[in-house]
């Protein structure tokens, strides 16, 4: 069986292409250095049988490689949006229909999307990015980022560590809860790690999210800033 | 000398039309007991602002002056200037309008700091109605532009390098103020000589650096007058010059600028970061946006946006009937369920002492001075204990929690099952000596039916083992005035308390970088039981209602206590357990009390 009878393309920088997906691990690698090294792979593994049929497999793999770095951006744009508390912007990266689970709790369509982020989220300053609790720095292979892009290049799915910041606001009518508020804080925070894996559609106007959903795997009652040395 | 407190003071709520024909006599400038300046006679200033106004000046005279904003036509009007160091500040008003203009102007530097200020303010960011009274202001930074000379890239700027700083300041009009600046967007006053009480309030402020000894600062008295004082300060020399606009208690315009000679108090300790070098105020660190932030559009803030607590506005007034009817559907006393063991203290309860055991199988009596309750009581075990009026058969069986606040001496408290108002009793009881202070505190004032009443007891214990004294008794005490101490309740919520007169307390919020923020203040009261041992009480009068009487144990650094409030939800008994830092003090009791006041 050669590459171009193929149902999809594969591209992986550690493994000559098997699945029915591309893939591409990224463990902080610039997109050129996964490129060169997807290239390396591809001349490692068996030759098409002509020119036009490589020429051909290489665009794919090039369309592959875009829409997997369009996908990553989108996950960047998401988590700096998260980050720098613009929960509007966030919520105008899911589809009409998306879905996201968070805190075991499952929020459809795009009302739902809005309240997770808009109100849940906005209310707690989830989604700021920490650097990881004291103690917990050591990342777990499985934190690694994936992105994977569909053979018709149409959807894709991913998946990301986060070490962010979740909040709730301080239950109460006290009023050092109330000028807190008047702060912009009065939030009881913690921080959590883990995954958060995304499942992206192509549209007219980019890539979307259809549906988010957050894996923890850690949490910590953390704030940074503190010193600790 | 007013002799209502500003947070019961029904202050008129003067409308645009009454605000502007109150401010026709503002055309005549500034009213001065001191020489006003004439430095800037004869001179003309463009002041260019950063995202602000182009202010053309031309003064024609020491109090009258022209000036014409951007493009528009000059408009005349009179003013009044006052010089500190190389700072030339002046005022005025522009006729035929709500608002005026204060400039700082630096004759060294060039750098000038305009307040532009109005009334009749509207709604503010958030949709409140913003009382026509109360004056607004925006904070413009800018330079004097010099021809032929390039603008200067310095500013003076908001600064948290007032922060704790106190002062006292006589005007050369004789009123006396205490003015401290613990918080970097609040300050507490004290009228020294425009109240007949000792009682500190608070207003939002600004500081702004002019340089290391020079800071402008105002605040403006939201919730209550809405008047604002407006000043320059030079550190070196403890001199002021200042500006103060609105209307007081009686409606009456003030507008006027004075001199004022002054003396540092003290200073309260900053816990702010180390590389917060006073450029910035930093405030809502890594926290979500308020509502009315959330709300606002990106971009700079509103004009005149301020971060004011306005609680008179969110309290819900309930009616006696109301609150004893939510008593009855809900009266929570530690767990909510009396018998539990357990305490849930929550946010205000991080760091409580372990319940005590002292007064467990014992019997005593306890009688209060001046024909006080009289009670016996049987403390059962660790979270039970009986009572009975003194002379009365029938025993009553009440959940109870005590701590060890300091060697043998107890704190204890437990509400009043049954009583209508709702009422609860916190006692210190002093096993070494039998001397005991009851505070006693009851749902509804005359005010509102959801905020506590208290009033503190003196007495002593009968009890085997202890010969209690006849004449020696606790007392109130003015030992904590000035003093600051944190209040960490858990890790999620620290405040700190400033004990600012012998009757009123602030607290104030800390921001997630540790500096103050947000403060409010009410009357509160104090009493001595050992050295460094004392009860402090205080009820967030016209704000929520709630009362907090805690031990503070100076030795310790614990603060342990009671929390007492009701409201909607009913009414609650909990627990409140502290960790303190001590914060230094200002040295302020010799300008309050009876005989400061010549009494």
Known sequence: ?229 | MMNIPMHRFKYTKLSKDQVTRKLAATAAGPKSASQLSGVLAGKSLKIVTDDGPVLHYAFKSANRLTLAEGNASAAEAAYGALELKQMVFFSHMVPGTLKGFNVFVDLKSHLATVFEVWFAGGKDPSGQQLDDREVQRQVWFGYVDVAGKKAPEERHHFTNRLEGTGMYWKQDTGIETIDLYPSIISSNFIEVTRHADDLSYCSPSDYILVNDNLVIYDRTECEFSGIMTLYLLDLFTETQVGMRLGFNEKDELEYYMYRGAGKIVGQLTSLAPFDEHGKTVNLAMGGAPAKAAKAAPAGPPPKGQRTVYRPGRTFKNMTPEEVQRAAEKSTVTFTGDPNAPQQQAGMMGGHLLPFSDLLVGKEFTLRYDNEGPGWEYKVLDIYNLQWRKEGTTAWQKETYRAFEADEKLVFFGHIVTGSNPVSCRRIALDLTNGLTTAILSWMGTEYYGNEVSYRAVFGAAEMEGVNAPRYVRHGFTDELVGRGFTRTYSDQMTSMHLYTTAHSSSWTIYTANQTLGMQWCAPALYVKLRDGVYIFDLVEEACNGAETCIIENEKTKRAIGFGFSGGERGVSFGLIGAIARDLGGYDIKHFLGPKAKGV
């Not at chain 1, 875009?66 to 960047?76: F, G, K, P, Q, S």
């Not at chain 1, 894709?156 to 006290?174: K, L, N």
């Not at chain 1, 809860?177 to 790690?193: D, F, K, Q, S, Y």
Request: glycine fraction near 10%; charged fraction near 30%.
């Open chain 1, 1 to 229: 069986m050669t590459r171009t009878q193929r149902t999809s393309d594969t591209i992986d920088r550690h493994k000559p292409d098997r699945s029915r997906r591309s893939f591409i691990r990224k463990t902080g690698a610039a997109l050129s250095a996964v490129a060169a090294s997807a290239a390396a792979g591809f001349s490692r593994t068996s030759a098409p049988s002509s020119g036009g049929d490589q020429l051909g497999l290489l665009k794919r793999r090039v369309g592959n490689l875009e829409d997997a770095e369009n996908v990553r951006r989108l996950h960047l744009a998401y988590e700096s949006s998260l980050d720098r508390g613009r929960y509007e912007d966030v919520a105008a990266m899911f589809t009409e229909d998306a879905e996201v689970v968070f805190g075991g709790s499952l929020f459809s369509g795009s009302e739902g999307v809005r309240r997770l982020y808009c109100e849940r989220f906005a209310a707690g300053r989830t989604g700021k990015k920490i650097e990881p609790a004291p103690g917990f720095e050591p990342g777990l292979p499985e934190l690694e980022t994936a992105v994977e892009v569909a053979k018709d290049r149409t959807t894709a799915s991913g998946r990301f560590p986060f070490s962010m910041q979740v909040g709730e606001p301080m239950t109460g009518d006290s009023s050092l809860v109330a000028m807190a508020r008047l702060h912009g804080e009065g939030i009881v925070r913690r921080w959590e790690r883990g995954s958060c894996t995304l499942s992206c559609v192509k549209t007219d106007a980019g890539w979307k999210i259809r549906r988010l959903e957050y894996r923890t795997a850690l949490k910590a009652d953390y704030r940074p800033g503190r010193v600790l040395a």
